[in-house]
Nanobody, 117 residues
Framework: QVQLVESGGGLVQPGGSLRLSCAAS????????MGWYREAPGKGRDWVAS??????TYADSVKDRFTISRDNAKNMMYLEMKSLKPEDTAVYYC????????????WGQGTQVTVSS
């Protein structure tokens, strides 16, 4: 059974930093692309970044500020966020897609990031 558990969210001032973590279990972690998404109040869920073994990709809105990484030995994924802006405020979700069915799309419970002075 796939499980994704996010942690590391919180309240931070504009310009500050946070590091999110995603602990994964129940599937062969190293074989799959992992991703971060976020959902701001009143908006849809947007893609933030993904990482496969060949490297990372980022949404334009976070490029040069966020860094995604993974530790295949620990089944962990991370999102290092710097120069945070109020518009980065959202619930951040860890994601993996393990097959072609909609049942193969997996999400964590989310972690709240609030950027405010």
């Amino acid at each position: 059974q796939v499980q994704l558990v996010e942690s590391g969210g919180g309240l931070v001032q504009p310009g500050g930093s946070l590091r999110l973590s995603c602990a994964a279990s129940g599937f062969p972690f190293s074989r799959y692309t992992m991703g971060w998404y976020r959902e701001a109040p009143g908006k849809g869920r947007d893609w933030v970044a993904s990482i496969r073994n060949t490297g990372p990709t980022y949404a334009d809105s976070v490029k040069d500020r966020f860094t995604i990484s993974r530790d295949n030995a620990k089944n962990m994924m991370y999102l290092e966020m710097k120069s945070l802006k109020p518009e980065d405020t959202a619930v951040y979700y860890c994601n993996v897609v393990t097959g072609l069915s909609s049942r193969d799309i997996h999400w964590g419970q989310g972690t709240q990031v609030t950027v405010s002075s």
